[in-house]
């Protein structure tokens, strides 16, 4: 089993920053695409930013230029820096990795942490 923890949420005027962490443990081969996503009140879950092994991203339209995702394969972690926070940033944050558990095992298998409140007052 994997198990994802994450931290770096809270509450922050509009403007201001914050960090996200999402820290991978466990038994697995690899960890593949390693991603933010986010689910603010009655409405869907939607994809934030995501990043591959190779350290390729890719970004929702609405935080290209405010949001940095990276990743340390040697912490099995997954970052998300948000900067120049908007009200309608607003939301739970969630980690979600796609995990090879066993060598030469073409299945890849998600996983999803609990999930961080991350809130912008204006």
């Known amino acids: 089993q994997v198990q994802l923890v994450e931290s770096g949420g809270g509450l922050v005027q509009a403007g201001g920053s914050l960090r996200l962490s999402c820290a991978a443990s466990?038994?697995?081969?690899?960890?593949?695409?390693m991603g933010w996503y986010r689910q603010a009140p009655g409405k869907q879950r939607e994809l934030v930013a995501t990043?591959?092994?190779?350290?390729?991203?890719d970004y929702a339209a609405s935080v290209t230029g405010r949001f940095t995702i990276s990743r340390d394969n040697a912490e099995n972690a997954v970052y998300l820096q948000m900067n120049s926070l908007k009200p309608e940033d607003t939301a739970v944050y969630y980690c979600?990795?796609?995990?090879?558990?066993?060598?030469?095992?073409?299945?890849?298998?998600?996983?999803w942490g609990q999930g961080t409140q991350v809130t912008v007052s204006s």
């Open positions: 979600k990795v796609v995990v090879t558990l066993y060598a030469g095992v073409v299945v890849n298998n998600n996983y």
């Open positions: 466990g038994k697995f081969f690899r960890l593949n695409v």
């Open positions: 990043i591959n092994s190779s350290g390729s991203t």
